[in-house]
Structure formats: C-alpha cells, structure tokens
C-alpha cells in the first residue's frame, strides 16, 4: 500500500474514515469487551497486510481470517496480534501451529484431527475456539453433538477452548428478531453447558457488526467487527465513515456522430442523432467492475457529474457517456465511495456491499489516506 494519490487505477482507505468507525463501535462495547476485526478476504478487499496492521495500531484485541493461508501472509508480514482462523479445515494443522494461529473448531472430526497433530508434536493446551451452531447451519456444534464435544475434550490435554462462539444469521434484519434472540439464548445455554464442564471460562463471543449496532446488550466476552468497521451500518439512514473509494483516471476522450456507428463488444453501445462524448477509462469487470453495469444501468462520478455507463463494459476497460460534461484525458473516476457509495451499487446489482468490494482484484493498487 502506497500513499501516492495519483495511481492510475487506485482503491484509496481512508485511515480518518476506519479509525471513526473504529471509535464508533468501540463506544457501544463495556471497556471489558474484547474487540476482534475481521481482516478475511484480503480485508474485504481493501488490503489483509496493511488494514490488520491499521487495526493492530488502533487496539484491536484480535484479528480474524478465513483460511489459514491468509493468517501465514500477515504473520510473515509481521502481525504479532492473535489471529483466528474461521475455517481451518484440517490439512494445514502444522503450519497454523508453527505460525502461532488459533483454529476454528466445527466438528468433532475437525477437533480429533488437530488433536493427533498436537499429541505427535507433544504440544499442549494449543488454544483452539469452539464453534456452536445456533440457528445458521453451516458449520459448529450442533445441541445433540455437545456430549460427545465434552466427553472428548475432558480426555485431552492437547488443546485449551480459548472461546466458544456462533454466528447470527438475520442480526440486521428486524423481521427476524425473534430467531435472532433464540439463536442467542440456545448460543448461551449450550457455551454455558460447554464451561460447567470445562472447570474454566472461555471466551464468549456471538455478535457480528449488525449484533454489535442493534444488540450490544449481548455483547458477551468480545464482538466480531467485520463489514461495519469498512464503512457498511446494518442500521437504515446510519451512515458510517466511507473507507474504500474505488478511483481511476480518464484515458481517452472521443466525441462521436450519429454516423459514427455503435460504441463497444456486440455493438450495445448506441450514439444519439445528434452526437454522443465518451470517456474511456481503465478498469472493467477484471477489477470488479461488474456487467451488469452495463448499457446505462450504472453510473459513476466524474467532476461532480454522475455519468452513465455506455455499452458492454470489457475486461480492462469501459466506456462512459460524458455528453455535456466537462472531462478531459487525466480527470478522475469515481467508481464507488462518496457518490455512487457502495450501498448504491449494491442496490443497483441487487446484491450486498460485500461482494462489490472483495471484488477488486490485487492489480488495484491500495492507496492509503491519511
């Protein structure tokens, strides 16, 4: 990550917007609440390396990552914090040891495995975090599978439970309140279950950003701080500190006659009687640019003015319909942050601000502003 502000295709964070963002889900927690980031997904796309060391400056009491490959890249990097990885599988065990990562423990397969790693490298009490499953049914403990969790872990030494944790699945969506308060009731019950046997306290953990925002009374041991910390409120009219702005600058200008043609692949792109101006600029749906933004059905910024798209958007590159408007070769793009924000173009795509942003690819260049 560089901090030049003129790269010819940059996703530029904003360190102002992550730190107030930051600062505003802290201010829901009880100073005793641990806070953990999620920096998976190269940081949901605005960059793993530098955005966990942001959050390691920042306070953060712990980093979270999907796979074990991604906890080894900021290890290497020099991240010093503790790292959970969500899903750890089972073929990488010596290398989340080696790396001093604590794994996410689904199933009891999962928890027998590592086990026989440890118990063959003579290492004891590796901190390992129970996963419950409450309600979302995708990984974790199911109610009828806590005896054998417990009688299992009773009988080794290998590993200590450093949290027990579960994931809500509807936690921004009011309708779903009801199973969002029955997830954490059964999460609670069954982690308490887990700790009477246990004879020690684990870590708890259950909300997400959207748990954070609308159900801090439950915020347990620690909270998982993911999309809110990028930019992304669960709360209706809240509006969070934007802290990716996707940006690139104008390659070429051309104004086109009605005779000129069509404009773009399988020729979509259509010149208005009395002229079309358009802008090329250097990003497509290589960098996330989505298709189906095609064709006038996205817009983007250029010199305060939204500008439809005009044709197919290609691979490295789409065109813009700048008619009446002021651009020149070198202006700047705005593809998403301010205007369109990244809720925008996930209502147009009929999609979730996730998916847009761990959509720009690593060619992007992160450019950090301070």
Request: glycine share 10%; aromatic share 8%; with cysteine.
């Amino acid at each position: 990550m560089t901090e030049r502000k003129d790269d010819f295709s940059r996703l530029e964070i904003s360190l102002p917007g992550c730190l107030e963002n930051y600062r505003y889900f802290r201010s829901k927690l009880e100073p005793s609440t641990r806070l953990l980031v999620l920096v998976k997904a190269n940081a949901y796309g605005h960059g793993a390396v530098e955005f966990a060391s942001l959050m390691e400056d920042a306070g953060a009491d712990y980093l979270a990552v999907a796979y074990p490959v991604e906890g080894i890249e900021l290890r290497q990097a020099g991240i010093k914090s503790p790292i959970m990885v969500l899903t750890a599988g089972t073929d990488f065990f010596n290398e989340i040891i080696d790396n001093g990562l604590e794994p996410g423990i689904p199933n009891l397969s999962s928890l027998k495995a590592l086990c026989a790693v440890l118990q063959e490298r003579g290492v004891k009490d590796f901190p390992v975090h129970v996963k419950l499953d409450t309600g979302m049914h995708r990984l974790g403990f199911m109610t009828d599978e806590m005896a054998e969790l417990i009688d299992f872990l009773s009988g080794t030494e290998a590993v200590k439970v450093k949290s027990v944790y579960s994931h809500l699945a509807a936690a921004d969506d009011p309708e779903h309140d009801g199973f969002t308060l029955g997830q954490i009731s059964l999460f609670k019950e069954n982690a308490d279950m887990l700790t009477a046997a246990l004879g020690y306290k684990p870590l708890y953990h259950m909300l997400n950003s959207a748990g954070i925002e609308r159900f801090p009374q439950y915020q347990f041991d620690m909270v998982r701080l993911g999309i809110g910390i990028y930019g992304v409120s669960a709360i209706p009219g809240n509006r969070l500190s934007p802290v990716a702005s996707f940006k690139c600058k104008v390659l070429q200008v051309k104004a086109l006659k009605a005779g000129d043609g069509t404009i773009g692949y399988a020729r979509r792109g259509k010149i208005a009687p009395e002229g079309t101006v358009i802008a090329t600029i250097p990003v497509g749906y290589a960098d996330g640019v989505d298709r189906h933004l095609s064709c006038g059905k996205g817009y983007f910024t250029v010199n305060g003015q939204r500008v439809p798209t005009i044709g197919n958007i290609c691979m490295d590159m789409c065109m813009l319909d700048v008619t009446g408007v002021d651009v020149k070769v070198g202006d700047t793009v705005t593809i998403f942050g301010d205007d369109p924000s990244i809720s925008d173009l996930a209502a147009v795509l009929g999609t979730i601000p996730y998916e847009i942003l761990t959509s720009v690819p690593r060619r992007i260049e992160r450019v950090v502003i301070r």
